[in-house]
């Protein structure tokens, strides 16, 4: 609303305590409902003998997660250290040729990992999509690589590939797929970054070292090809200021979280309680409203160490990967409810950004965005909860900008907000949304005195954030100013 004025500490206070109560109260609900059920028959498969001194057992719902932890630690921790020790070789003796270091890595750790028929898949749509670029029409590149990603998608294509891959073991399809889509969507930047090359295109070991740098390989993030090109040629590789403090810091955090979660797992059963309907129907709705934010929250701590070590190990290799995705809780408005940095960079470039333009135009607005979640309903897999979160989110991120519009015609474009707290109502009242989305659409939630008080709850949580990102819009401010006057 363009208001520069600052909420007053006593109601930046009141937040706080409201949203710590909350939090605090449902937590607890979680917790009893955890400890009351912990040798339920209902749960035996999801919680299984943890921590014996305490008498606590552990949340393993999510195989993966497990899978990560236990029987594949050490296969990652050996894979990412010979990376990181290769890589650190290489920048100091052959710096101009570390990008083939890298590829050769990663092909021979995909090699021993998934094995020959699977690389022969992965360098045949590569070599697809190569020759596609060859005829440097962006509308070709397009479709090329829809069709190569909706092999992957839709069935009967997607088992039809993966079963020429023998063998099998817990996470050999997430590690298929996670490697085979993420190798599309490199390939489908490769070819529009070359349609766009005034004077040829790049060579075919160009995508290759894009696609196999091992710590984007199977899990991302997407770096779009013209960064990760440019940044991987430098010859000179030098370090900003306490840059390397910086990534001791952020593998440290990464490490807390995986510790962090193990704790939580043994107190909080947020995985399993959900598995059993006649169980949660008996939760309050406080409780309720808990184990949907804690689930929530969970799904990004797990994309945030995800992403933390591959980018921790990019960042140490003189790469600039895409940010980390940011919290659920921090989320507040459509336009800003990207999960994936890598993903939410690669659509705004080549599909959102370029179909949109300045965004200012409702028309185009709504034919960007669309395309754009066609293309991740395609990305995450087409089913019924995809096409739902697509339309809801599609839908959102239109109304925000027919509000916006329809608030600068004549008479609504000459006031102006001058009270603080018609501004905190006006700037909360749609940006709550995203949150209320995955917050109140559970069962069994009471109306209205539930429904309302976790609405009360969500504005005063966004109230915070809105505070937060004004102070450090300021600082930035301030730092630029300082800039200049220098």
Sequence with gaps: MGVKAMLPSYELGFYALVVTCAVLYSG????????????????????????????????VADFEWVMWFTSFRNVIIFALSGHVLFAKIC????????????????????LGSMGLVYLMIILSHCLLLYSVALAKQKWLCYVAGLCCLASFKVEPFGS????????????????????????????????????????????????????????FFFFGPVMTFDQFHAQVSTRELRRKD??????????????????????????????????????????????????????????WVKAAVMFG?????????????????????????????????????WLCKYVYDHIGENHDNILRELVASTATFAITTLWLGPCQVVYIWSLVNCFGLNFELWVQKFFQLGPFAKLEVRSWAAEGLGRASLGQQPQLDDRVSLPALGF???????????????????????????????????????
């Design 28 to 59: 607890s609900g979680i917790f009893e409902a955890s400890r009351d059920s912990m040798n339920r028959k209902a749960f035996r498969d999801g919680i299984k003998p943890g921590w014996h001194y305490f008498g606590r057992k552990m949340d």
């Design 91 to 110: 920048s100091m003796t052959v710096p101009q040729h570390r990008a083939v270091m890298y590829m050769i890595y990663g092909a021979l750790a995909v």
């Design 160 to 215: 039809w590939q993966s079963g020429f891959v023998t063998g099998a073991f817990d996470l050999q399809d997430v590690l298929f797929y996670g490697g085979c889509t993420f190798t599309i969507m490199r390939c489908m930047s490769f070819a529009l970054e070359s349609s766009q090359k005034e004077e040829g295109i790049y060579s075919i070991f160009d995508l290759l070292k894009y696609n196999f740098y091992l710590p």
């Design 242 to 299: 306490d840059e390397m403090k910086s990534i001791r810091v952020n593998a440290l955090l990464h490490v807390g979280a995986i510790v962090a979660v193990d704790i939580f797992f043994h107190f909080f059963y947020i995985l399993t309680l959900p598995s059993d309907l006649k169980f949660v129907n008996r939760l309050s709705d406080w409780s309720l409203a808990g184990l949907a934010y804690s689930n929530l929250v969970y799904d």
């Design 309 to 345: 070590v591959t980018n921790t190990i990019a960042r140490l290799d003189h790469l600039e990967p895409p940010q980390p995705p940011k919290c659920i809780t921090m989320l507040y408005i459509f336009a800003e409810t990207h999960f994936d940095r890598g993903i939410n960079d």
């Design 448 to 486: 209205p005195v539930s429904t309302l008080s976790i609405w009360f709850i969500t504005y005063c949580g966004v109230q915070l954030i809105k505070e937060r990102e004004r102070i450090l819009a300021i600082e930035e401010e301030h730092r630029g100013d300082k800039a200049k006057v220098e």
